[in-house]
Nanobody
Framework: QVQLVESGGGLVQAGGSLRLSCAAS????????MGWFRQAPGKDREYVAA????????YYVDSVKGRFTISRDNAKNTMYLQMNSLQPEDTAVYYC??????????????WGQGTQVTVSS
């Protein structure tokens, strides 16, 4: 069993940056692929980024490519999402998730509680 806790959200002006963290407890993070999702008001949950257990492969949705960077530090049992050049359209609750079987959307088993990111224009 693993538990995930997101942190690092907040209010930022357009063009600013935030770094989200996802800290794991209960099990080592090194055996999990990890992903970031977001859900804005009135919209479906969006698959934002993912990283394999070793950190060797990464996925980004087109809208964040070049602006967001997913990374992990398995020694610290923590996964990150560096978000640069933030825009109001990035406003959402951001969730981290863990998978033992793969990084398809349906394969994430454990979810954090979410952290709010609000980008003002």
């Amino acid at each position: 069993q693993v538990q995930l806790v997101e942190s690092g959200g907040g209010l930022v002006q357009a063009g600013g940056s935030l770094r989200l963290s996802c800290a794991a407890s209960g099990r080592t993070l090194s055996i999990y692929a990890m992903g970031w999702f977001r859900q804005a008001p009135g919209k479906d949950r969006e698959y934002v980024a993912a990283i394999t257990a070793s950190g060797g492969n990464r996925y980004y949705v087109d809208s964040v490519k070049g602006r967001f960077t997913i990374s992990r530090d398995n020694a610290k049992n923590t996964m990150y999402l560096q978000m640069n050049s933030l825009q109001p359209e990035d406003t959402a609750v951001y969730y981290c998730a863990a998978s033992r079987t793969g990084w398809s959307r349906s394969q994430y088993d454990v979810w954090g509680q979410g952290t709010q990111v609000t980008v003002s224009s």
